[in-house]
């Protein structure tokens, strides 16, 4: 099972936390430990690490011979980090972590920081398409895509309707024709005035 998905920067700064299992202290002191791991090891080193550290922070785990993983890939400034269980297998969890960051590309056109800091409810959707409940779902970038872009035009869709002064909104609403306004019958009778 996944517990946690976390975002981070190079300094530590976390720009996606996501924990599927409940905490017995706060996010902010597990994310600082797990930056405190991962910080310190050389590039050369692989993605994964088992983790007993982590049992002050997300409790013991109830067969004593399974431990804590943290599975992590670093992508330019950002660390794409997920603790997991000793049932998800550490090469799927790289493989996974390749797909989220593939749809993360399709949605942004080639992500950095702070598409993830302007856009976090685009992520999350994105991340929930993907692991729901700690479980994987989807792993289809294609399947991915097709329903972020799909809630990301609801989103613009529903935000139109329910502002209807919202430039470029609906029923002809160009940027360079007259905008519809609730207000229409006024600013006839306005223009009317001024053409006396």
């Not at 329903?147 to 160009?174: E, H, I, M, W, Y």
Request: hydrophobic residues 45%; negative net charge.
């Amino acid at each position: 099972m996944i517990h946690a998905v976390l975002i981070f920067n190079t300094s530590g700064i976390p720009r996606l936390t996501k924990f599927y299992t409940p905490l017995h202290q706060s996010p902010q002191t597990v994310i600082q430990k797990i930056f405190s791991l991962i910080s310190i090891r050389p590039a050369g080193l692989c993605n994964f690490l088992d983790a007993p550290e982590l049992e002050a922070f997300l409790g013991p785990k109830d067969d004593s011979d399974e431990r804590w993983r943290v599975v992590y890939r670093n992508y330019a400034t950002l660390y794409f980090v997920f603790v997991v269980d000793g049932a998800e297998s550490e090469l799927g969890i790289l493989d996974l972590i390749q797909v989220f960051v593939e749809a993360l590309d399709r949605a942004f056109e080639n992500v950095c920081e702070l598409d993830l800091v302007f856009h976090f409810d685009e992520v999350h959707h994105i991340l929930a398409e993907i692991i729901q409940g700690g479980l994987v779902l989807e792993t289809n970038v294609e399947e991915i895509s097709s329903s972020a872009k799909t809630a990301s035009k609801a989103r613009k869709d529903s935000f139109v309707s329910a502002n209807p002064l919202a430039l470029g909104a609906g029923v002809g609403g160009s940027r360079n024709g007259p905008l519809p306004t609730p207000l229409g019958w006024l600013t006839d009778k306005l223009t009317g005035v001024g053409g006396r």
